[in-house]
């Protein structure tokens, strides 16, 4: 559950901020298939991979959060 909440934020600023997966991911330093089942909710992002996405957004991890 928990995954699927960051995965959908994630995937919405990104989409906001006009990323494709491919470009974004290659940004990130990971694989398409990874953020690709971050996105999907199939895995928890690691809190390093979590500061990079919200830096490369340049938003707050508090606005990445998920909310309650």
């Known amino acids: 559950m928990e995954a699927e909440k960051w995965g959908r934020r994630i995937r919405a600023y990104r989409k906001l901020k006009g990323y494709t997966q ?7 330093g990971v694989s398409v298939s990874i953020l690709g089942e971050i996105e999907r909710g199939n895995r928890l992002p690691a809190e390093d991979l979590i500061e990079r996405i919200a830096q490369s957004l340049k938003i707050s991890i508090e606005d990445l959060k998920p909310k309650e």
């Open 22 to 28: 491919e470009g974004f991911s290659r940004e990130l």
